[in-house]
């Protein structure tokens, strides 16, 4: 099997595992919109960033910050995000990972890790 045939197959194996994390007891379903800001704050919260909820509204020029709005308030709905208040000013407020959006990326890097290994 060549190079790309096998990066192919374990990017499939991959996509097929990580849909099926969505939805379950454990992780509550994520629409598009969901989970690409959430893949977008994990890129900040692994540079050790803090991205605030204004600044997560202006963030991305395809979603609109009344979207980003709205889904802010779904994902802390769904227990993925929290709020954390700034320490001198109170009315800013930071996006933050909560203990079951850990484990979803975990979960998810399990199945990299699994689909890469068979």
């Not at 890129?43 to 979603?63: F, R």
Request: proline share 3%; hydrophobic share 35%; charged share 20%.
């Amino acid at each position: 099997m060549s190079n790309i045939e096998q990066n192919n197959l374990t990017f499939l194996k991959y996509i097929s595992s990580a849909l099926a994390v969505s939805g379950t007891l454990n992780f509550p379903e994520l629409d598009p919109v969901e989970e690409r800001l959430l893949n977008y704050y994990a890129t900040t919260w692994h540079l050790d960033k803090l991205t605030t909820v204004i600044e997560a509204m202006h963030a991305s020029a395809e979603i609109s910050p009344s979207t980003v709005h709205r889904r802010l308030k779904t994902l802390r709905k769904k227990g993925y995000i929290g709020l954390r208040v700034d320490d001198i000013d109170t009315r800013i407020k930071y996006i933050v990972q909560t203990e079951l959006c850990k484990q979803y990326f975990a979960h998810l890097g399990e199945c990299i890790v699994s689909a890469n290994s068979n």
